[in-house]
C-alpha cells in the first residue's frame, strides 16, 4: 500500500491561511466550521482549476485539524465530501492506491443502511479505479456491490451507470458479449430516464467495441454522436478521452495525419486539464502513430513519458502492457530482435496476469510476427495461431483476419512444399493425385465433425496431402497392375508409409504430420501395417485419414474395378468397425455423410491448386467446439 501520511502545507497561499486563523481564539464552534468550511471551498476551487496538488494540500490540513482538534463531527455529509474531494484529486493525478484509500474512509464512516447511496458511489469509484490498476476480478465485485445497491434504492440513474462501468470492465477483459449485453440493459435504463450523459457514455463505449472488433467506421459514427452530446453538455473531459478514441480509430484505418490531428487535441486537453492518466494514455497512442510513421525518436520519448508515470504510480494494468509492446515494436523497427522478444514477453505475462484477453491476442500477434522475421516460423505459427484463436472468441474480426493474413503468409512457404511434393506424387500416379486432395477433403470435414481445433485441423490436412508420398518409390507396374497383387507386390505396396516419411525426412513442419503418414494404414484391431498399433494406440489423425483414405478408395475407380456407389461404400466399412475403423470415428464419418456434407467432395475432379483451396478450409468458421458425449477427443 502507498504511504499515505500527510503532504506538507507547501504551496498554500500564506494570506489566504492567515485570513483563515485571523480571527485569533478559535473556540467557538461556529469558527471552527467556518474555517473547515472555508478549506474545503479553496480545495475545490484548486480542483476545478487544475492545481491538484493545492487542493490535496488544502484537504489534508482540514483533516489534521479536525482530528488533531478533537473537533466534533459537524456534519457528516461534509466529511464524506472531504474524502470524496481527496480520491477525486489523487485519482486525477493517477495515484489510484492514495484515492482508494480515501474512497474506503468513506465507506468505514457508513454505518448504517441511511448512506447506502453513498456506499454505492464508492463501490462505483474504487471499482473504476481497480479496474485501472488491472485488478479486474475486484473490480468487477465492487461494480456488483454498486449495482445490488442502486437497485434496492430503486435508483435507476445510479443503476444505468454502474451498469455502463460493469460494461468497462468486461471491454477490458475482452468479453464482448458480456459487455453488449450489460450496454444494452444500460441503454435501455438510460432512455427511461433520459439521461444525455449516460446516454452519450454508453454510445462511446460501444465505439471502443467495434473499434476493437474491426468496424472502424460504425466506431467513428458512435465516437462523433458522443462527442457531439459532451460538447452540448461542455463536458471538456470526456471531450477529450473521445477525440483520443477517434483519433484511435483513424490510426486504424491509416489515416495518420488527421489521427494526429485529433491526439494532439486531446493531448493538450489533457494538459491543461492536468489530467495526468489522459496525458499518459494519449502518449502511449502517439508513440504508436509515430513509430507507424517512422518517427523513432518522438515514439520512444512518448513511450518513457507513459512509461515513467506508470512507475511513479506502481500500475500494473493493460496500459503497461500497451506501452511494452510499443516499446517491443520500436526495438523490432531497430532490428534489436532479441530485446524484441524479451519485451513482448513480459508484456504477454502482463496481459496474462491481468486477464487482459484482447491485450494478450496483440502481443501474442506481434511477438509471432516477430518470430516469422527471425525465421522461426515454428513459434511464429504457435504465437500468431493463438492470438486468432483469442480474437475469434470474442468476435474481433478485423484483428482476427490481419492475423489470419500473417498466419497465411507464413503456411504459404509450406504449401509449397506440399504442392512440390504432389507434384512428384501426381507425375507417378495421375490417380493419386486426385485421391489425395479428396481424402484431404474429407478428412478435414470429419476432424471438424469432430470438433478438432484448427492446429490439429492443419495437422490431419497436412498428413492427408501427403499420406500417399511413399507410392512415388513403389514400381509402377504395382502400383497401376489391373490385377490381383502377389503377395509378394502387395508387401512392397505396405511399405508405401515407411517410405513416405523417410522422404519427409530432414523436412520440418509446425504440424506433427509423420505419425499420420506413418500409421494411416494401421488398424483398429491391431492387424494393420507398419506396427501393429491398436486402438488409441493409433495417432487420432490418423484414424480420420484412414476412414477418408479407404471410402475414397471404395468409392473411385480403379484400374482394377469400379469405383461402389456410397451405401455399398458405407455397408463395406460398417462390416469392419471395430476392426478396422474406430467405431466412434466410423459413426461420425457415416452421420455426415448422411447429412450430405461431403456431397461436393465424392468422386470430385480436382483442381490443379486444389491443396490451397482445402487448406484454406482450416480456420473458417472455427467456433470452439461443442463437445459430445462420443466424441474421442477431450483427454
Known sequence: MADHSFPSTTGVCLDELEKLFSRGNLND?????????????????????????????????LENIWDSKGLPEFSIELRFEL??????AYASQGKYDQAIYEYQKVLRLCRDSNNLSIKAEMYTQIGQLLAKQGD????????????????????????????????????????FEEAEGTYAEAIEAAGDIEDKMIYADLVNNLGTIMNMRGNQQRALELYRESLTIYKSLNEVRKSAYTTNNMA??????????????????????????????????????????????????????????????????????GHLVETKKITGKIAVYEKDYDEAQRIFSEALDISREIGAKYLEAEVLMERGILYRTMDKHFDSLTDLEASYHIYTSVKADGKREQTE????????????????????????????????DRVASLALLLAKELGLRANM??????????????????????????????EEEFTAIKKHPELGVELLRGKEFPWDIKPLVLHHHEKYDGQGYPH??????????????????????LTSDRVYRSGFDTAKALQIMDEESGTTFDPVILQCFVNMIGEGKADMVINSRTREDEMYGIWSQCMMDEQEPEIKSEDPVMT
Open 136 to 175: 479486474h476480478d475486484r473490480s468487477l465485485g465492487y461494480h456488483q456491490r454498486a449495482i445490488g445497491a442502486y437497485r434496492r434504492l430503486n435508483d435507476l440513474p445510479g443503476s444505468c451507470k454502474a451498469l455502463r462501468n460493469l460494461g468497462v470492465v468486461y471491454v477490458e477483459l475482452g468479453e
Open 248 to 317: 484511435i480509430t483513424l490510426a486504424e484505418q491509416g489515416q495518420n495525419d488527421e489521427a494526429l490531428e485529433y491526439f494532439e487535441s486531446a493531448y493538450d486537453i489533457a494538459t491543461s486539464m492536468k489530467d495526468a492518466p489522459l496525458v499518459m494514455i494519449v502518449d502511449i497512442n502517439l508513440a504508436d502513430l509515430y513509430l507507424k510513421k517512422r518517427n523513432v525518436d518522438e515514439a520512444k520519448k512518448h513511450c518513457a513519458r507513459a512509461e515513467e508515470h506508470m512507475v511513479e504510480a506502481k500500475l500494473i494494468n
Open 83 to 88: 474524502h470524496k474531494e481527496k480520491g477525486k
Open 457 to 486: 485441423l492443419k495437422t490431419v490436412v497436412a498428413a492427408a496431402l501427403l499420406h500417399d508420398l511413399g507410392k512415388i518409390k513403389i514400381e509402377d507396374e504395382i502400383l497401376n497392375k489391373a490385377g490381383k497383387l502377389t
Open 405 to 436: 493474413e500473417v498466419i497465411n503468409s507464413i503456411e504459404q512457404l509450406y504449401l509449397d512444399v506440399f504442392d512440390k511434393l504432389a507434384q512428384e506424387v501426381d507425375r507417378k500416379d495421375k490417380y493419386t493425385k486426385g485421391h489425395t
Open 29 to 61: 464552534r461556529s469558527d471552527w466550521a467556518r474555517t473547515i468550511n472555508n478549506l474545503m471551498k479553496l480545495a475545490k476551487e484548486a480542483g476545478q482549476s487544475y492545481d491538484y496538488d493545492r487542493a490535496i494540500n488544502y484537504l489534508c490540513m
Open 532 to 553: 501393429g498399433l491398436k486402438g488409441e494406440e493409433i495417432p487420432l489423425g490418423a484414424r480420420i485419414i484412414c476412414v477418408a483414405d479407404v471410402f475414397d478408395a
